[in-house]
């Protein structure tokens, strides 16, 4: 059985930020409020003319073109997303079209904010069974067009982006030392849009109390996040005969500072060795672990051969952490 080795990252931001500065004009907010609550000052959004499959492209591009491989190579492209371009086609064949990806076959994985480390997942089984040698796996979201603007428990929280992971089959084990998924269909309530889909579609006859808005109820979702984190990281870390001890770098969910510090805490692990950019994007969902990873390589904060656990938590509810060697 073939390992996965790891080739070049990317990433595909949106050129509009969004501070709290401006949101407090907007709704009934201030930037300590926010900056207080969350740990966010600003987010990007995306413009009219951008969607998901743009910032998923100028990702992927951009991995591509680092690591020098072109994009006839490419035989399985992956977009995890909850906010896809169409309900079909796949945001990944729009993706695949955009870049000439010809070869590659294409799909979409659906598991919002843990979608890039349960796509580590399949990727990983695709490449380890044969069933592909070169992979692009790219998380991407823009939740600012399901974010209602009106109410100030959200709409501070979300922002826009897409990040992209090149990867190879290889001999031997390879440098993704394992994965770790789980989910809590019971608990869905707690964060969901809930109009849109079949239930309640969108469009002539939609029902009002059935928006096609993000729904949370913060403190159940602070409550799980915390907890099915940490057990995700514990459980990556033992299946990869791994400790707290041994990560370069650890690579939580950005979703609010708060969350990510108890986890930091609760694990044990240095101040020093917990990446943060909340404050700089709040959470972009499935694009969050990526772009965190893409940074922290640009920046020198992992470097070849530094073992980096990447975890999240999102809808589902869903949670997954992975540990890897870069």
Known sequence: MAGVRFLSTGAGLPDRVLTNAD??????????????????????IAGDDEATSDLSARAARQALERAGVAPTDVDLVV???CT???????????????????????????????????????VKGMLETGQAR??????????????????????????????????QATDGPGDLLSVFTG??????????IPGGGSRHPAGAGAVPKHPAHIKMDGREVF??????????????LAKAGKTPADLR????????????????????????????????????????TVIALDEAVQAG??????????????????????????
């Open 79 to 81: 977009v995890a997303t």
């Open 183 to 192: 989910s809590e269909g019971a608990a869905g309530d707690v964060l969901c």
């Open 223 to 236: 409550k799980h996040a915390v907890a099915r984190m940490i057990e995700a990281a514990t459980a990556a």
């Open 23 to 44: 949101l407090a004009k907007m709704v009934d907010t201030t930037d300590e409020w926010i900056t207080d609550r969350t740990g966010i000052k600003e987010r990007r």
């Open 84 to 122: 896809p371009d169409h309900l079909f086609p796949s945001t990944a064949c729009l993706v695949q079209k955009a870049l000439g990806l010809t070869k590659a076959m294409a799909f979409d994985v659906s598991a919002a904010c843990s979608g890039f480390v349960y796509g580590l997942a399949v």
């Open 249 to 288: 770098l650890l690579i939580p969910h950005q979703a609010n500072l708060r969350i990510i510090d108890a986890i930091a805490k609760r694990i044990a692990i240095p101040n020093d060795r917990v990446f943060r950019n909340v404050q700089k994007y709040g959470n972009m969902s499935a694009a969050t």
């Open 134 to 167: 070169t992979a692009l796996l790219i998380g991407a979201d823009t939740l600012s067009r399901f974010t209602d603007w009106t109410d100030r428990g959200t709409c501070v929280l979300f922002g826009d982006g897409a990040g992209a992971l090149l990867m």
């Open 301 to 326: 904060q992992v470097r070849r051969g530094d073992l980096v656990e990447l975890i999240a938590f999102g809808a589902g509810l869903t949670w997954g952490a992975a540990v890897l060697r870069w």
